[in-house]
């Protein structure tokens, strides 16, 4: 006789967290300033790379994730990844960064599409997404402090 437990694969998910000081986000700059510490310098004249903050209901950090690597023009982040991640650290918040590696500031019609994709879906899972910054090697853009999406 087969066993029910033996018929489907069971699912683990874990959440841990280390001993890490929780950082409290205020503004895009606060954003810019903890972003800045995570991408790599040598890399963001060289390609894009999609990076998430995780952050608690009085948005002190929880965390952060890589969650994609691109190429010299664009890079792609999906949803399902972002807010799986976003479910498993109990994240209220979360804050998009990615790097223009051109020095060019101006988002993209993709960076804007993306940015209203994620927005969305946060909403249906009530985790809010507070800001999508576009960096380069020596400054940002917050597209919440600029833009209506």
């Known amino acids: 006789m087969i066993e029910y437990k033996e018929l489907v694969g069971e699912i683990k998910a874990t959440y841990k967290t280390k001993d890490m ?3 409290k986000i205020q503004s895009s700059c606060d954003a810019y300033q903890y972003f800045n ?3 790599d310098e040598d890399t963001l004249e ?3 790379e999609m990076i998430v903050l995780f952050m608690n209901r009085n948005h ?5 994730a890589k969650i994609s690597y691109g190429g010299v023009a664009g890079t792609f ?5 972002v ?3 976003a479910l498993l650290a109990n994240a209220s918040s979360i804050i998009l960064a990615h790097n223009h590696p ?3 500031l101006k988002p993209s019609q993709a960076d804007i599409a993306l940015t209203r994709k994620m927005k969305a879906a946060g909403e249906v899972l009530e985790i809010s997404m507070l800001d999508h910054l576009i960096l380069t090697k020596e400054t940002y853009r917050s597209m919440a402090d ?3 999406y």
């Open 102 to 104: 051109s020095g060019n």
């Open 77 to 81: 982040a999906d949803p399902k990844i």
């Open 21 to 23: 000081k929780k950082i």
């Open 46 to 48: 060289l390609k894009e």
């Open 60 to 64: 002190n950090t929880l965390g952060w």
């Open 83 to 85: 807010f799986q991640l």
């Open 37 to 39: 510490k995570i991408f």
């Open 146 to 148: 600029e833009l209506d």
